[in-house]
């Protein structure tokens, strides 16, 4: 009784750290959706870009990296030479598999017709009398200033701290002939549909050889990424979670204290370890009562591996994963250092610090029962904001042209045909209004170079203004915001203080959701139980984006290209701030009392907010829209210290060049 009370004890400590069922379902959902769209048929791109790795699977946490692989649609690779009738060999670039020489679950690639784009070419090695693809110099070719290689990927930091890794592969349209053996292993899981659309969706290779293969440099490795996130997928939540506490005992316990040269398992063998498990039925029921007997039947397989040293990839079990790190004296030192964790037993976990306390707890209050509805853990205030926040990351519509916005509505047509879940929904209606706020203003930007007739411009200016209106009628309650800037840029003044004066009631009201802050209690009074596609549009405000390739508002055009030479893509401001700026902007040509009333509530707002409604990694760009609306008022010193203190926050926007700019402009 007492080891099922701890299991459910350490389920609820992961569903807190990890994820409720239905946060990792609208994760998935949602970064689902958006590669739905952004890569659908109909915008013809000429690559794919699949995120992948535990972002990818449903894990948030700050150890979660932002793995993406990225592979041309153009070139595709074949197993057989007879597979090229299905390709149009002059759009189609044919890529061979040869494995002759390679260790199973490794390749050569090579070009057949030798027809390739240039970066590919120029990548390419001479061997056997044929073309090669070295997989070192195509990797190579992908590092820019600020990453390093690693694996098979280009690694760095993103905005000075997010760890990222970009693998630049190939995508093969058949399953490999080396894993046909999985087909017929799946009798039991995964269920047939899920195999069939594994098989179906083929597989890639990445830029890597394998370290005891006779050609390191120029062989790539069979990736299974995609099946493995299907995999994941099917999963029920206690698999998924015991996915999860591996991953912990791995950071937490095993490698703990290790330096990264002497870290010999990572968290792939883990997953490894979780699907054999579940395949070969080991433990019968997967259920928040015993997650530990879950976790414990993959300690021991892993154990054996490690004691046999042989790590059987799932796909292709001749592939031994262990074969190139793990043997001789390392392999003696692992076995050892988890054999002494076995013998300590279930217990080891209380050297975990996510998941000790959950155990002491129990330990502590024998009789304690443990409720592990998803309803209890987590609040519905809390999933929305999870929700919103994922909506807000993966809100990736950028600059677009009218006819780019055509092919997107059409792509949006199409998807809304499918069987959508509730998350599907709200990031569809939210990446539309995004459609039609960045070609609306796309337009704008254009039109002061516009040379057609008047009435031209009045359809276009009416066309634009539309767009806007119905980014605010599906978008969130700030992007009413966007139709303001642009009433202010055409000079229509009173018209943009109307649209102020709504937008500043709708996000004064208390059940308002703004990242974290938000009143809990008349929040649920207000919108509690209703969609989220309605609370997005009554109850949610977000950062302003200003994509730096358009120019908004001429005052902040500086700030802007200063951001753009810098490689930064957008101006994120929090949308009190935007809204008392154009308050004043607007008001200093119609009513100079309102406009100084704006100007004194920004200063309110930017010198005492406690990062509530002014969160403190913007504040660079907050402290920065202060000086300049003081320095058109002319206060000259209280802009100079806006400015000074501008310079003192952390630089997420890159604007230092213009505030440094506008300092010397004050001629003090």
């Excluded at 440099?217 to 506490?245: I, P």
């Excluded at 519905?380 to 997107?408: A, P, Q, R, S, W």
């Excluded at 700026?581 to 009333?597: E, G, N, Y």
């Amino acid at each position: 009784m007492a080891v099922r009370s701890i299991s459910e004890s350490v389920y609820v400590g992961m569903c807190l750290k990890m994820g409720t069922p239905k946060q990792v379902a609208s994760r998935r959902d949602i970064v689902d959706l958006r590669e739905m769209l952004e890569y659908n048929k109909m915008m013809k791109e000429t690559s794919t870009a699949m995120l992948s790795g535990s972002k990818r699977e449903g894990f948030r946490s700050h150890e979660s990296d932002s793995d993406t692989m990225i592979w041309l649609n153009d070139h595709r690779v074949i197993w057989d030479f007879s597979q090229v009738q299905f390709y149009n060999t002059q759009e189609d670039a044919v890529i061979l598999c040869d494995s002759s020489e390679s260790p199973p679950g490794f390749t050569l690639l090579w070009l057949p017709l030798e027809r390739a784009n240039s970066r590919v070419i120029s990548a390419c090695v001479r061997m056997h009398g044929g073309l090669y693809i070295s997989s070192s110099k195509y990797r190579s070719s992908f590092i820019k200033h600020g990453s390093i290689i690693h694996g098979p990927c280009s690694s760095g930091l993103r905005e000075g701290v997010l760890e990222y890794d970009h693998a630049y592969c190939f995508v093969s349209d058949s399953w490999p002939p080396s894993a046909s053996s999985w087909i017929d292993r799946c009798q039991l899981w995964p269920p047939p549909h899920v195999v069939n659309d594994i098989v179906r969706n083929g597989c890639h290779f990445v830029a890597i050889g394998h370290k005891l293969g006779n050609h390191l440099d120029n062989e790539w490795r069979v990736s299974f990424s995609q099946a493995e996130y299907k995999l994941v997928c099917s999963m029920n939540h206690t698999q998924f979670l015991t996915y999860g506490l591996l991953k912990l005992f791995l950071k937490e316990i095993i490698n703990k204290g290790l330096r990264d040269e002497d870290k010999l398992l990572c968290s792939y063998h883990m997953k490894t370890t979780v699907f054999w498990a579940i395949q070969q039925n080991t433990q019968p029921h997967w259920r928040p009562q015993n997650i530990l007997g879950g976790f414990w039947v993959c300690f021991k397989l892993l154990l054996k591996w490690v004691y046999e040293g042989v790590c059987p990839n799932f796909f292709i079990p001749e592939n031994n994963m262990f074969l190139s790190n793990i043997y001789g004296e390392a392999q003696k030192t692992l076995f050892t250092r988890l054999y002494r964790l076995y013998k300590t037993g279930i217990t080891l976990l209380l050297h975990s610090p996510s998941i000790s306390s959950y155990i002491t707890n129990v330990l502590c209050n024998p009789r304690l029962t443990i409720c592990t509805d998803e309803l209890i853990l987590v609040s519905e205030v809390e999933l929305d904001k999870d929700i919103f926040e994922e909506i807000y990351e993966n809100d990736i519509i950028g600059t677009l042209d009218i006819h780019t916005c055509e092919k997107y509505l059409h792509a949006v047509e199409q998807l809304l045909s499918l069987p959508l879940t509730q998350y599907h929904i709200v990031m569809l209606q939210k990446l539309t209004a995004s459609i039609f706020q960045h070609s609306a203003l796309f337009i704008l930007h254009n039109m002061y170079s516009y040379t057609g007739s008047n009435k031209q411009l009045y359809i276009v200016d009416k066309l634009s203004c539309h767009m806007l209106k119905l980014t605010a009628k599906f978008g969130y309650v700030s992007d009413m915001l966007y139709i303001a800037m642009y009433y202010y840029k055409t000079f229509r003044y009173r018209e943009a203080i109307s649209v102020i004066d709504l937008t500043k009631v709708k996000l004064a009201r208390p059940y308002l959701m703004y990242w974290s802050h938000v009143d809990r209690e008349r929040y649920t009074e207000a919108v509690g139980g209703q969609s989220l596609s309605t609370k997005m549009r009554q109850a949610v405000a977000q950062d302003i984006c200003l994509n730096n390739s358009i120019f908004y508002i001429n005052e902040l055009m500086q700030e802007q290209q200063c951001s753009k030479q810098n490689s930064w893509p957008k101006l994120n401001i929090p949308p009190l701030i935007l809204l008392h700026m154009l308050d004043f902007l607007c008001s200093r040509h119609v009513d100079t009392i309102r406009a100084q009333r704006a100007l004194d509530d920004l200063q309110v707002l930017v010198h005492h907010d406690q990062g509530q409604l002014v969160p403190a990694y913007l504040r660079d760009i907050s402290w920065e829209i202060l000086g300049i609306c003081q320095q058109i008022s002319g206060n000259l010193h209280a802009a100079l210290y806006s400015y000074q203190q501008s310079l003192r926050q952390y630089p997420i926007h890159k604007i230092q060049t213009a505030t440094r700019q506008r300092i010397q402009d004050l001629h003090l």
